[in-house]
C-alpha cells in the first residue's frame, strides 16, 4: 500500500523512467538487430512485451493515484460527517426543551436528549426503540384528541400542539410539542421538542378555577351554573331526561347582614354553603349565583320528585341554628323549582321560572318551596307588563296625585293630606300603588317616579296656598330607596325651594320596616332632613317590630299607626292594647301619633280616648282628586 502511495505521488517519475528504459530498450534491441545478434521476429516480441510491461507499469500507477484520492475524499466526507453529528448533538443537547426524534413510518423513537431523560425519568437506552404512542397518557377522557394528536405528529404534520406524556413512574405531564419533520437517507423523521407546561396548566386552571367558583363559598359561581345548566338541558334532550333548576333565597339575610355586618354574614354564607352540599349528590350540582341565591340543578327522571325531597331536606337544614362567633343566628329560605321540559326548553327560561317560582314562595309566607306554575307565569307576565308600563306612564304622564285629609283631633281641622299615586294601566286597568310601588322599588324607576310625586305635590301645596287654603301641610311617602340616593336630598330641596315652599312644608311617610332594615344606611340623611325643617313621620307603624332603643335613635316626629290595628279597634282587645301601646310610647319619646283606615266614628272615639293625636282615613274622606280635596278642606277648616 505504502508502495501504491509513493508511486501514486511520483507518477511522472514513473512516467520518465519508463520513457528511459524504453529508449534504452529500443536502442540496444536496434544494435542487436543490426549485429544481427538476433532476428526481427525475436526483437519485435520483446519489444512489444516492454512496452507492455510498460504500460503495465503506468496504468497501474494511474489506478493507484485514483485511488488514493477517492481514499482522501472519503476521509474528508467521514471528517464532515462527524464534525456535523457533533454540531447536531450539541444543538440538541443544549436545547431547553426535551427532544424525541421519531422514524415516522414506524413510529419508533430513534433519538433523544438529556432533556428528554428528565422529562420522561427515563434513560436514553429505555426511550429509543419505544413507540411514542407508549409515552403518551391515556384512559382520559382525551384519549382520543390525543391519539390524534399523537398521528398527527407521526404524519409530520407541523405546528405546535399539546398532550400529556407518562414519565417512568406512571406520573401524567403535560407538554406542549412544536414538531417538524425531515428525511435522511432516504426515510422520514419527525423532530418534536416537548416543553413541559405544568406551571401554565397550573395557572390555566387555577385563572379557570376563580372564574368559575365564588371566592367566599369555593361553590360554583353564575357562570359555571349557567354553563352546566345549558349542558344538562342538552343531554336531557337528546336522552329523553329532565331537569329540575331549585333557586334558593335565603330569607332574613339581608337583615342579619345590615344589622351584624358583612363579616358575620359573609360567615352565615359559607355555613349555608356547606349544608346545601350536604344535600347535595352524585351528579346534581349545587352553586352560588351571588349575594343570598343559591342554585342546584338535577338531571335523570322524575326530577320533580327528587326535587321536592330534596327541597324538604334543605329546608330543614337552612332552618337549623347556625353559630357564629358569638352570636346563634336563624335563618330560613324560599326555594322556586321549574323543571326542563315542562317549564322552559333553556338555561335562560328555567332560572327565571325557578326565580319566579322562588318569589312566589316567599310571598306565601317564607321557609317554604314552590314549583313553577301557569298562574306564576301569568303573575311573571303580569310584572313584566307593569314595569314596562311604568316606564311608559312616566314617559307620556299617566300618574295622577290623589289627597287624603288628616284630621287633627284636638281641633278636628284638617292639618295635612296625604298625596298618593294613583295609575290607570291601558290594559290592565286601575292598579293600586300596592302592586306597583314594589315593582317600581326594584327597577330603580321609584327614583324618578318619586322625584315626580314630589314635584306635584309641591305644586298643588302651591297652588293651593295660592288659592287662600293655607295652614296644611303635604304629607309625601318616600321609599327607602328614595333616601339611598345620594341625590335625593338635594333634589328634593330644589323642588320645595323652586314651588316658593320650606322644609317645614312637608312630611315624608317612610314605613317602618324599611327604615329599620336600613337603618345604619338611612339615618344620615334622616337627620339632614330633619335638619332642613322636614317632619319626619313612621309609616305602618307597629307591624316593623321597632325597638324603642331603635326608635330613639331615629330623628322623626311622628308614629302613624297600621291600619291593621285600627281595623276592629272596638272589638278587638288585642288590637285596642297594641294602639293604646303605640300612643303611650310614642308620647314617652315626644312623637306626635296618627291612625291610619279610621273608617267609623267608634273607631275615632276610641282613639280620641286613648290620646291619639289625628286620624286618617274614609270616615273623613277617601283619597280625592285635588279640586275635591281643595272643597273639602275649605268646608272643613272653614267650620272649625
Ligand atoms: N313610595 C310611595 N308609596 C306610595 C305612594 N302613593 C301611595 N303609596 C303607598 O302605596 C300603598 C297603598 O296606597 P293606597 O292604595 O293609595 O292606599 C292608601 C289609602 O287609600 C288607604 N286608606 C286610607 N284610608 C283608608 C281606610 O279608611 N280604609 C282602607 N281600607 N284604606 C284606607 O291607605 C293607604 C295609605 O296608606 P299609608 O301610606 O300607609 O298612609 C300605601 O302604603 C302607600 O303609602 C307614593 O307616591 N310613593
Not at 420 to 437: E, M, N, Q, S, Y
Not at 510 to 517: G, K, L, P
Not at 565 to 577: L, M, P, S, Y
Amino acid at each position: 500500500m505504502t508502495l501504491i502511495i509513493i508511486l501514486g505521488k511520483y507518477l511522472w517519475l514513473a512516467g520518465i523512467l519508463a520513457s528511459i528504459v524504453m529508449s534504452e530498450v529500443v536502442t540496444a534491441a536496434m544494435g542487436l538487430l543490426l549485429k544481427g545478434e538476433v532476428t526481427f521476429d525475436y526483437l519485435a516480441t520483446g519489444m512489444v512485451a516492454a512496452f507492455l510491461v510498460s504500460g503495465i507499469v503506468v496504468a497501474g500507477t494511474m489506478k493507484m493515484e485514483e485511488l488514493e484520492r477517492r481514499r482522501q475524499e472519503e476521509v474528508a466526507k467521514n471528517r464532515a460527517l462527524r464534525a456535523s453529528e457533533r454540531r447536531y448533538r450539541t444543538l440538541i443537547e443544549v436545547a431547553n426543551d426535551a427532544i424525541l426524534v421519531t422514524d415516522a413510518e414506524t413510529g419508533t423513537l430513534v433519538d433523544c436528549n438529556r432533556q428528554a431523560e428528565v422529562l420522561l425519568g427515563m434513560s436514553r437506552n429505555e426511550i429509543i426503540g419505544q413507540h411514542l404512542s407508549n409515552l403518551h397518557e391515556t384512559g382520559k377522557d382525551l384519549e382520543e384528541a390525543e391519539t390524534d394528536c399523537i398521528s398527527r405528529l407521526l404524519r409530520g404534520k407541523t405546528g405546535t400542539i399539546e398532550l400529556s406524556l407518562i414519565r417512568a413512574d406512571g406520573t401524567s405531564i403535560p407538554v406542549e410539542v412544536s414538531s417538524s419533520a425531515f428525511e435522511m437517507d432516504g426515510r422520514r423523521y419527525v423532530h418534536g421538542a416537548f416543553r413541559d407546561i405544568t406551571q401554565r396548566r397550573e395557572a390555566e386552571d387555577r385563572i379557570k378555577h376563580l372564574a368559575h367558583h365564588d371566592p367566599l363559598t369555593n361553590l360554583p359561581n353564575r357562570v359555571f351554573l349557567h354553563g352546566r345548566l345549558e349542558q344538562a338541558v342538552e343531554f336531557a334532550r337528546r336522552e329523553q331526561k329532565q331537569v329540575a333548576v331549585m333557586f334558593i333565597d335565603l330569607d332574613n339575610f339581608k337583615r342579619i347582614n345590615d344589622t351584624l355586618g358583612h363579616r358575620i354574614g359573609d360567615a352565615l354564607l359559607e355555613q349555608v354553603a356547606g349544608r346545601l352540599t350536604e344535600n347535595v349528590h352524585g351528579s346534581q350540582v349545587v352553586g352560588r349565583l351571588g349575594g343570598d341565591e343559591f342554585l342546584v340543578v338535577i338531571t335523570g327522571n322524575h326530577v320533580s320528585t327528587t326535587a321536592t325531597a330534596m327541597a324538604k331536606r334543605i329546608l330543614e337544614s337552612i332552618c337549623r341554628p347556625y353559630t357564629v362567633e358569638d352570636y346563634q343566628l336563624h335563618s330560613g329560605a324560599s326555594i322556586g323549582i321549574a323543571v326542563y321540559p315542562a317549564d322552559g326548553n333553556s338555561a335562560e327560561t328555567l332560572m327565571k321560572h325557578a326565580d319566579a317560582a322562588m318569589y312566589h314562595a316567599k310571598s306565601k309566607g317564607r321557609n317554604t318551596f314552590e314549583f313553577f306554575s301557569q298562574a306564576i307565569n301569568r303573575g311573571v307576565r303580569e310584572r313584566l307588563e307593569i314595569e314596562n308600563g311604568l316606564r311608559d306612564a312616566l314617559k307620556h304622564g299617566a300618574f295622577r296625585l290623589h289627597y287624603q285629609p288628616q284630621v287633627d283631633l284636638a281641633t278636628g281641622s284638617i292639618r295635612s293630606v296625604e298625596a298618593l299615586l294613583r295609575w290607570r294601566h291601558p290594559v290592565l286597568g286601575v292598579i293600586t300603588p300596592d302592586r306597583f310601588i314594589p315593582i317600581a322599588e326594584e327597577t330603580k324607576l321609584i327614583l324618578p317616579l318619586g322625584l315626580w310625586v314630589l314635584d306635584r305635590a309641591c305644586h298643588q301645596l302651591r297652588t293651593w296656598r295660592n288659592d287662600g287654603i293655607a295652614g296644611i301641610r303635604m304629607a309625601i311617602n318616600v321609599s327607602v330607596k328614595q333616601l339611598q340616593d345620594e341625590a335625593f336630598f338635594e333634589a328634593l330641596g330644589s323642588i320645595v325651594e323652586r314651588h316658593g315652599l320650606s322644609g317645614s312644608d312637608i312630611e315624608l311617610e317612610i314605613t317602618e320596616s324599611a327604615i329599620m332594615e336600613n337603618l345604619s344606611r338611612v339615618q344620615a340623611i334622616l337627620k339632614s332632613l330633619r335638619d332642613y325643617g322636614i317632619t319626619l313621620s313612621i309609616d305602618d307603624f307597629g307591624t316593623g317590630y321597632s325597638s324603642l332603643g331603635r326608635l330613639k335613635l331615629l330623628p322623626i316626629q311622628s308614629l302613624k299607626i297600621d291600619r291593621s290595628f285600627v281595623r276592629d279597634i272596638e272589638t278587638d282587645q288585642g288590637n285596642a292594647k297594641i294602639c293604646d301601646g303605640i300612643i303611650a310610647l310614642g308620647h314617652s319619646l315626644g312623637l306626635k301619633i296618627i291612625a291610619e283606615g279610621v273608617e267609623t266614628a267608634a273607631q275615632k272615639v276610641r282613639l280620641q280616648d286613648a290620646g291619639c293625636d289625628a286620624i286618617q282615613g274614609f270616615l273623613i274622606a277617601k283619597p280625592l282628586p285635588a279640586d275635591e280635596a281643595a272643597k273639602l278642606i275649605s268646608r272643613v277648616n272653614a267650620i272649625t
